[in-house]
């Protein structure tokens, strides 16, 4: 199956396809502190689910005593009791 050059030129140079396809990056630390990086703005916040617009579709968190403690250009960071994550495309 051929590549397309976007594939040959991210593969051949090495970088992050998260940085380069502007993809989100979802980082959870323990059940406590979610970060999502390269989003695309909040949907929805309540403090038992939140969802988060990016490039694959919208990023679904599920918990309790949810609260967003910072929100800038590329980076949501999370905190409280965390029960799930998923994309929901």
Same mark, same amino acid.
């Given at each position: ?39 695309? %703005? *909040?949907?929805?916040?309540?403090? /038992?689910?939140?969802? =988060? +617009? &990016?490039?694959? %579709? *919208?990023?679904?968190?599920?918990? /309790?005593?949810?609260? =967003? +403690? &910072?929100i800038m250009t590329e980076v949501i960071t999370i905190t409280g009791e965390i ?7």
């Open positions: 199956m051929k590549q397309s050059l976007k594939d040959e030129l991210i593969n051949a140079i090495d970088f992050p396809k998260d940085a380069l396809l502007n993809l989100p990056k979802i980082t959870l630390i323990g059940k406590n502190h979610l970060t999502v990086e390269n989003h695309r %703005g *909040i949907v929805e916040y309540l403090p /038992e689910r939140v969802r =988060i +617009n &990016s490039t694959v %579709g *919208i990023i679904r968190v599920i918990g /309790e005593n949810m609260v =967003i +403690n &910072s029960k799930s994550v998923e994309i929901v495309v």
